[in-house]
């Protein structure tokens, strides 16, 4: 049951999030899925990974990141899936 209300709770984020943030997610999480590795290996305070997230939104949109669009890619990233990805690479 709660691993269907996670599901739920992720797609009702996604169509929360604006059409504009929607079609960057993919270079946001490529953002991500290069640069979070090294950064939680100093195992960092969350304002850094924050700020880490900040930047890609920021990267991909070129528009300084909300508190709202941090949060949101926060609740819709993946880090298993952002392994499986490095790992095929």
Do not use: C, F
């Not at 991500?32 to 304002?47: A, R, S, T, Y």
């Not at 890609?56 to 669009?69: E, P």
């Amino acid at each position: 049951m709660s691993a269907l209300l996670i599901r739920v709770a992720k797609l009702l984020l996604r169509l929360a999030m604006e059409e504009s943030m929607r079609r960057v997610l993919p270079k946001i999480y490529d953002r991500l899925d290069h640069d979070l590795p090294q950064v939680l290996n100093m195992k960092p305070k969350p304002v850094v990974v924050e700020s880490v997230v900040a930047q890609a939104i920021s990267a991909a949109t070129d528009k300084r990141a909300t508190m709202d669009q941090i949060e949101a890619v926060i609740g819709l990233y993946d880090p298993i899936k952002a392994a499986l990805r490095n790992v095929k690479r």
